[in-house]
C-alpha cells in the first residue's frame, strides 16, 4: 500500500509513518510545510514538502484561517501533482487543518481520509465560566462547516476517539471511524527530586486550563489538604491556554495593568496558593519530552478531572508508565480507564468524591498498586503502535475498497 500523508507539521501521522516505513508494512511519504521538511529531512524518510502560507495582513479577520488553509491546500495540490509524475498513491490520508484537503477533492481518482480531531470549538465544548466569545464564535461556525464538508467529501474519516464522533450530527456518523493514535513509549530512570516523606500527586495537560482540568485539579487538591499534609501536587503544562476561552475572560474581566500573566496564575490567585519550596504546590512547565517522561515516572498517583477533549495524549502517556490513575467519567476517559480494572473514574463536579478517593489511596497506596501496573499492560496491548499500525491499515483498505465500488 502507498500512502501520502499530509499535515503542515508532524503532528499526529509522524509515528505511523516511520513505524510503517521501518516494519516495512507500507510504503509511506509524509508532506509538510517547506520549514518542517527542512528541519526533519534528515531524521524522517519519504519526506516531502508544501510551500508554507504567508501571512496576510488585509484577510477579512472571520475568514483568516479559512483562507489560509485554502491557500495551504492549493500548494499541496501543486506538490501533490509534482510527485504524482513521478510515484503513484494507493491512498491520501490528510489532516483536517493542517493538511486542509478542499482543493484535492474531485480532481484525483485516489481515495481521500481526513483526520479530524474535533468538528468545531464549540460542539468541543469549554467552560461555562469562560464562554467562546463572540468573534471566536464567528470563525468557529466556518470551522465546523469546513469539517462537516470534508466527512461529505472525504471516503472515509477518522477521528482519535468514539466520543468524538458524537460531536458531529447523527446522519454523518456511518462515514466516520474512531481510531486513537499510536504509542511506543519506554520507562526510563527519574531525576525529578522529590522530598522524603511526601506523597506526589500529579496533573499533566498540554495546557493549564480548566476545560483540560486545571482548575478542577486544584479544588480537588485544596479538599484534600484539608485532611492530609504529606502531599505535594505538581501540575505540569503550559500557561498559554490553546483549546478554550480563559485568556478572553481575563481581559475581559481585568485592565491590561492589572491582568493575571496567565490564566494559570489566575487562579493561583484567587485560590491563594503560592509556588515554592515550602508549598504544597509546584508547577513543571511543558518542556522537553525526556523532562516531561522524568516527571510523569515520578508521580505517585495522577488525578486526570478532564472537562473537555477528544483525546488528550497525556492520559495514555501516564496509563503506559504505569501510574494510578483517577480520571474523570466523561468524555473520551472511559474509553481508555475502566474503573477498578485499571484506574478509577469519578463525577467530574464531585470534588468531595475526588477527595476521598485521593486520600484513598494516599493512606494505602499497595492497595492500589495492581491499578497502575493493569494500566500499562492495557496500554500496551491496546495503544501501542504495533497493535494501533494494523488497525489504520485497515482503515485505509476500507476507504480504498469503497473508492474502487464507487459507495459514497
Known sequence: ????????????????????????????SFMCSTGVYNANKDKIPNLLSFQAV????????????????????????????????????????????????LQLFDEFNIPIISYIEFPSFSLHGCDPKYPQPDYATYKDKIFEMTSF???????????????????????????IVPQMEGFEITRKATKFKKKDGLFYIGFAARDLSSAKGFEQFLLIAKEI???????????????????SYEVAFLQNNFEKDQRPESFMQYILNREG???????????????AYDQFAEYIEAMDIFLYP?????????????????????????????EVIQHGYNGLLCPYADIALWASMATKVIDAPENYA????????????????????????????????????GLY
Not at 2 to 28: D, V
Not at 161 to 173: I, V
Not at 225 to 243: A, D
Open 1 to 28: 500500500m502507498r500512502i501520502l500523508f499530509i499535515h503542515e507539521g508532524l503532528g499526529q501521522f509522524e509515528k505511523l509513518h516511520l513505524y510503517l516505513n521501518a516494519q516495512g508494512l507500507a510504503h509511506s
Open 54 to 101: 504567508a501571512e496576510n495582513e488585509k484577510t477579512y479577520f472571520y475568514v483568516k484561517n479559512l483562507e489560509a488553509r485554502t491557500q495551504r491546500s492549493f500548494f499541496i495540490k501543486k506538490s501533490l501533482n509534482e510527485y504524482l509524475e513521478k510515484s503513484g498513491i494507493d491512498i491520501i490520508v490528510a489532516h483536517g487543518s493542517g493538511g486542509f484537503p
Open 149 to 175: 464538508h470534508q466527512v461529505l467529501k472525504s471516503d472515509l474519516v477518522i477521528v482519535p476517539s468514539a466520543y468524538a464522533k458524537t460531536m458531529f450530527p447523527t446522519c454523518l456518523h456511518e462515514r
Open 225 to 243: 489538604l484539608k485532611t492530609r499534609k504529606n502531599v505535594k501536587f505538581v501540575f505540569c503544562g503550559s500557561p498559554k491556554v490553546l483549546y
Open 273 to 287: 496558593i503560592t509556588l515554592g519550596e515550602d508549598s504544597p504546590f509546584e508547577h513543571v512547565d511543558y518542556a
Open 306 to 334: 478532564l472537562q473537555f477533549g477528544s483525546a488528550n495524549w497525556g492520559l495514555f502517556e501516564i496509563a503506559f508508565r504505569g501510574k494510578i490513575i483517577i480520571g474523570s467519567n466523561r468524555c473520551f476517559v472511559p
Open 370 to 405: 495492581h491499578l497502575g501496573k493493569t494500566a500499562e499492560i492495557d496500554a500496551n496491548k491496546r495503544f501501542h503502535i504495533s497493535t494501533v499500525a494494523q488497525r489504520y491499515l485497515d482503515i485505509f483498505q476500507t476507504a480504498i475498497n469503497k473508492k474502487k465500488l
